[in-house]
């Protein structure tokens, strides 16, 4: 079967499941974006575990982190979890949520790293870096939008906040992070070229993680609405949002599986021409 193929009939399949929340009553669509957002993490996290016992070396260390990110941002998900660890640390909590979405993202940065140590090739083509400016002017856009007024915030006090500073650091992080992941998406798909190997699994990956990473900026961006807002009024509805959501975590996943299974099917083909040679 051809992955190339499997894997734009699985990402139009997705479009169903995630947009299926938008004609849900906002009760129902709470309940189900709350479920669906971490049973996808979840088996794409399986899935990226199951892929790293298959390769050796760096391409195994590179999946095991991803499925480490997975696995975090599946815990960030769980609400009931969350409240726990509230209620055992009382003041500390917002600092914990802050050092678990850096230790979430050194996870993605660490796997980043495994996939370059894989690839040869260090030059990036004329469409690349016309990518890669195109994520950077998107990502200017996003942290220029919101630091003016963070700044002002926090130069008008005598003690600047902690967490406000680890908010923005964290929206700073959120955009190297996705100016980072396309020249090693780029490099890859390069790499594989040379080799005579499919790229677009990892390419689909990367995609969705870019797209959850981005999401909630853009939806900043295009509605006006503060993060703050979208957090306790948006997020979890049965928005729009939400199914941009679900739908860049269940790209993922299904990137995941194609990738998985590209090996078997190419062993099949193996075997079909060695039977009928």
């Known amino acids: 079967m051809n992955p190339r193929v499997f894997l734009k009939v699985m990402i139009i399949l997705m479009l169903l499941p995630s947009l299926i ?25 399986f899935f990226s575990m199951r892929i790293a016992s298959i390769y050796q070396g760096w391409l195994r260390k590179a999946f095991v982190f991803l499925s480490l990110f997975l696995s975090l941002m599946m815990l960030a998900q769980l609400e009931p979890h969350w409240e726990i660890w509230r209620t ?23 796997c980043a790293l495994y996939v370059l140590k894989v690839t040869e090739l260090r030059a990036i083509s004329r469409t690349g870096w016309l990518a890669i400016l195109a994520l950077g002017l998107i990502g200017l856009f996003i942290l220029l939008y919101h630091l003016p007024s963070v700044l002002q915030q926090i130069s008008g006090s005598r003690y600047a906040d902690v967490y406000t500073i680890s908010l923005v650091l964290i929206r700073i992080l959120d955009v ?20 005579g190997r499919e790229s677009v699994t990892f390419t689909t990956i990367i995609c969705g993680i870019i797209l959850s990473l981005t999401a909630a900026y853009i939806y900043e961006l295009v509605s006006g609405v503060p993060l703050y ?18 739908f860049s975590y269940l790209i993922i996943a299904a990137g995941l599986y194609v990738h998985k299974k590209y090996d078997e099917w190419g062993y099949r083909t193996v075997e079909k021409v060695l039977a009928g040679a």
């Not at 055992?88 to 940065?109: D, E, H, K, N, R």
């Open 21 to 45: 929340c938008l004609f849900l009553p906002d009760m129902i669509a709470s309940y189900y974006t709350r479920l669906m957002y971490p049973a996808t993490l979840f088996i794409a996290a």
């Open 88 to 110: 055992m640390i009382g003041t500390s909590f917002p600092l914990m949520l802050v050092l678990t979405q850096w230790a979430t993202y050194a996870m993605l940065v660490l």
């Open 176 to 195: 190297a992070i996705v100016i980072m992941l396309v020249p090693v998406v780029i490099l890859y798909a390069q790499q594989m070229k040379v080799e």
């Open 229 to 246: 807002v979208i957090r306790h009024a948006v997020y979890q509805t049965g928005s729009i949002l939400d199914a941009v959501y679900l």
